[in-house]
C-alpha cells in the first residue's frame, strides 16, 4: 500500500463549483499534513497546512482525521486559476521526522 | 534572488554518463530535500539535509545515486552510469529549520534526459 493515496481525477468542474478532494495515508505515527499546489511545468508549492481541529483560508477548507487517517481540501467558488494539481503531503514521523512524503496529485480542472 | 536555485534548468546525457545536480538552497535554511517526479506523479522522495549529515537517504533507489551538503549549504546530487530510467525532473526543496510543521520551497527543478 502507497504511503499516500489520491485519486489522481481528472475533476472537471465549471467556475463556481465546490469541490473536494481526499486523501489517506498509511502510518499512523504521521506528524504534520499539507496541501501543496503544482502548476504544469512548475515546481509545488504550499497551499495549507492541515491540522487536527481543521483549517480554512478564504475558499479553502483543510480537514484532518487521524482515526481514519484521511485528509481532504474542499475549493468552494471555484476559479479558473483553482485549476492545477493538489497534492496530499504527510511527514512520516518517527526516524523519518522532517520528510516530505507526497501522493500522486489530483488534477483539477475549472471550466468556464 | 532568494528562491531556492537549481542548476542546471535541463540536462541531455547519454546513457552511462556521470551527472551532477545542484541546489543553492534559500539562505540560513537548514533543511534540504531532494525528490525525483516523472510525468503524472508526484515528487518521490530521494533524500533529506539537515545541516551537512543526511538525515535520511532510505529515498535513494540504488547506490548509483549520491548526494552530498559538505558546508550545509549548496547541495549536488550525484548519479552515476545513468540509465535511461532516471529521466525525471528532479526537485530540491529547502525549508528553515528542522520543524516539520514549516513550508518547504522548491526550485524549478532540473529535467534530466537520459539517450
Known amino acids: 500500500r502507497k504511503e499516500v493515496e489520491q485519486d489522481p481525477g481528472p475533476f472537471n468542474v465549471p467556475e463556481g463549483a465546490t469541490v473536494a478532494f481526499n486523501c489517506t495515508y498509511s502510518?499512523?505515527?504521521?506528524?504534520?499534513f499539507f496541501w501543496y499546489r503544482q502548476d504544469c511545468r512548475k515546481e509545488p508549492k504550499l497551499l495549507m497546512s492541515v491540522y487536527s481541529s481543521g483549517n480554512e483560508d478564504g475558499r479553502f477548507t483543510a480537514q484532518l482525521n487521524r482515526a481514519s487517517q484521511y485528509i481532504s481540501l474542499l475549493i468552494r467558488d471555484s476559479k479558473l486559476s483553482d485549476s492545477a494539481t493538489y497534492l496530499c503531503v504527510v511527514t512520516p514521523g518517527g526516524g523519518s521526522q522532517g520528510n516530505l512524503i507526497f501522493g500522486k496529485g489530483t488534477k483539477l480542472s475549472v471550466k468556464p | 534572488g532568494a528562491g531556492v536555485s537549481q542548476t542546471p534548468s535541463n540536462k541531455v546525457t547519454e546513457k552511462g554518463k556521470y551527472v551532477e545536480l545542484r541546489c543553492d538552497p534559500i539562505?540560513?535554511?537548514?533543511?534540504l530535500y531532494w525528490y525525483r517526479q516523472s510525468l503524472g506523479q508526484g515528487p518521490e522522495f530521494l533524500i533529506y539535509?539537515?545541516?551537512?549529515?543526511?538525515?535520511?537517504d532510505s529515498g535513494l533507489p540504488n547506490d548509483r545515486f549520491f548526494a552530498v551538503r559538505p558546508e550545509g549549504s549548496v547541495s549536488t546530487l550525484k548519479i552515476q552510469r545513468t540509465e535511461r530510467g532516471d529521466s525525471a525532473m528532479y526537485l530540491c526543496?529547502?525549508?528553515?529549520?528542522?520543524?516539520?510543521?514549516?513550508?518547504?520551497?522548491f526550485g524549478q527543478g532540473t529535467r534530466l534526459t537520459v539517450v
Open positions: 502510518n499512523s505515527a504521521s506528524q504534520s
Open positions: 539562505s540560513g535554511h537548514t533543511a
Open positions: 539535509f539537515q545541516g551537512t549529515g543526511a538525515a535520511d
Open positions: 526543496a529547502s525549508s528553515p529549520s528542522r520543524d516539520t510543521h514549516t513550508e518547504a520551497f
